[in-house]
């Protein structure tokens, strides 16, 4: 794992997994998932964090897996 930020002044969770560009995204509200042109996952950043993680967080991850 490359890097791991958060924003406190947006409630935001950054995972950047790979240095690859970025060529498209998928997302599902809170949860967005950036990928390389060889479909490698790159980033994956985590909206309103806080909320995600006490609600159904663990329910959208898996949905991705």
């Known amino acids: 794992m490359k890097k791991i930020h958060y ?8 995972i950047e997994l790979t240095e690859d560009a970025i060529a498209y995204a998928e997302d ?7 990928y390389s042109e060889e479909d490698r996952l790159v980033l994956i950043e985590i909206l309103d964090v806080t909320q995600f993680m006490a609600t159904d967080g663990q329910a959208k991850i898996a949905a991705f897996s």
């Open 7 to 14: 924003s406190k002044d947006v409630d935001a969770l950054l």
């Open 28 to 34: 599902d509200g809170q949860l967005i998932l950036h």
